[in-house]
């Protein structure tokens, strides 16, 4: 949740400071509009389900706390601005939840779709994959735990990440 939040952040400030140089200068994206959210979420369901396949847990390493695939293959997704999943690094059984829950077009209100050329800057290796952010209704209920995910609990807010994953007794080296 702090890195979305300061990424967030870092959007703003490389925002003002490039409006400041140049009126025309903008982090590209895409935003998937109405009518076309319910192709673009079946295309990535689709897409989701089928990078299950390359999943190998040899590729897992724990670092400071964080699992990262060594053989990243999937982007970074953003639900409400405050759910953060990456499937690369979550068993096939999580991955096929998540997209049974989240991925419902009925339930969609917004779609930013930023290509993986455009994230290294804001994301990270956590974004090399692309990045969506979506942003549902107001009002649907859903279980956010799905795809692996793990809250982050903290005084004021409550959100959470799918970058802490570890089975009971995989090592984690801490730097």
């Not at 970074?76 to 690369?88: A, E, G």
């Not at 692309?130 to 956010?144: A, E, H, N, S, Y």
Request: no cysteine.
């Amino acid at each position: 949740m702090k890195t979305v939040l300061f990424l967030l952040t870092v959007i703003v400030l490389v925002g003002t400071d490039l409006t400041a140089q140049s009126k025309s200068r903008e982090i590209p994206s895409k935003k998937i509009s109405s009518e076309k959210i319910k192709p673009f979420v079946d295309s990535l369901r689709q897409k989701i389900l089928s990078d299950t396949l390359r999943f190998n847990r040899r590729d897992l390493s724990h670092v400071n706390g964080r699992t990262k695939n060594q053989n990243p293959y999937s982007m970074l997704i953003t639900v409400n601005m405050k759910y953060s999943y990456r499937l690369d690094i979550v068993e096939n059984h999580l991955v096929k939840e998540f997209v049974n829950s989240i991925l419902d077009s009925e339930n969609i209100e917004s779609i930013v779709f930023i290509e993986k050329e455009n994230t290294p800057i804001l994301g990270g290796h956590m974004a090399s994959e692309g990045w969506i952010f979506i942003t549902l209704i107001p009002k649907i209920k859903l279980d956010f735990e799905v795809g692996g995910l793990k809250y982050r609990k903290g005084k004021k807010r409550k959100g959470g990440d799918n970058f802490l994953q570890r089975k009971k007794g995989e090592i984690m080296i801490r730097t």
